[in-house]
T-cell receptor, first 112, second 107 residues
Framework: DTEVTQTPKHLVMGMTNKKSLKCEQH?????MYWYKQKAKKPPELMFV???????INESVPSRFSPECPNSSLLNLHLHALQPEDSALYLC???????????FGPGTRLTVT | RKEVEQDPGPFNVPEGATVAFNCTYS??????FFWYRQDCRKEPKLLMS???SGNEDGRFTAQLNRASQYISLLIRDSKLSDSATYLC????????FGAGTRLTVKP
């Protein structure tokens, strides 16, 4: 089973809202990732958790706040987003950093 | 210079054609290499890992040249279902994606 699940599939939020994206994997992977992807662009790495500790934060604005409650779950908390934050947010997991990553279907976020 | 560079494409080929994509990377310490395919409005899916000795999976062949710092993907006997964007991914500490190459296979 190489499934990574993400909820919700779609999200529309206003600039003053607070929302959370959720990601789950049951492959026993110890590294989990958040990516942002704009149309016709490759995914851009936002955060990496390795063994439930944040190991990479690619200078992402503080309005994005990641959380890794346990080795199977990854959340991305959103607050005071801007319209330019509208994108596909992808979660991925891997056995460890450097191994092949498996992506979830993504959350398509629209900020109004 | 970008860390990972790919042919921008688009590549438009007829069914049955052979098509090759190249990708160069700048970090000589990179340790692992992958090709992903991404369909429109879907997530990237792992196509194959790329090993130093080269590897083949059906109609797909991937090769790595560490000395020249490039990887390649060859698709033989193209099918309509091969139409997608192909992403080159290089791990040099963390994963870096190329911009992707769009392939359209036409009847």
């Amino acid at each position: 089973d190489t499934e990574v699940t993400q909820t919700p599939k779609h999200l529309v939020m206003g600039m003053t809202n607070k929302k959370s994206l959720k990601c789950e994997q049951h492959m026993g992977h110890r590294a989990m990732y958040w990516y942002k992807q704009k149309a016709k662009k490759p995914p851009e790495l936002m955060f990496v958790y390795s063994y439930e500790k944040l190991s990479i934060n690619e200078s992402v604005p503080s309005r994005f706040s990641p959380e890794c409650p346990n080795s199977s779950l990854l959340n991305l908390h959103l607050h005071a987003l801007q319209p330019e934050d509208s994108a596909l947010y992808l979660c991925a997991s891997s056995q460890g950093k450097g191994y092949e990553q498996y992506f979830g279907p993504g959350t398509r976020l629209t900020v109004t | 210079r970008k860390e990972v560079e790919q042919d921008p494409g688009p590549f438009n080929v007829p069914e049955g054609a052979t098509v090759a994509f190249n990708c160069t990377y700048s970090n000589s310490a990179s340790q692992s290499f992958f090709w992903y395919r991404q369909d429109c409005r879907k997530e990237p899916k792992l196509l194959m890992s790329v090993y130093s000795s080269g590897n083949e999976d059906g109609r797909f062949t991937a090769q790595l040249n560490r000395a020249s710092q490039y990887i390649s993907l060859l698709i033989r006997d193209s099918k309509l279902s091969d139409s997608a964007t192909y992403l080159c991914v290089v791990n040099g500490g963390d994963m870096r994606f190329g911009a992707g190459t769009r392939l359209t296979v036409k009847p």
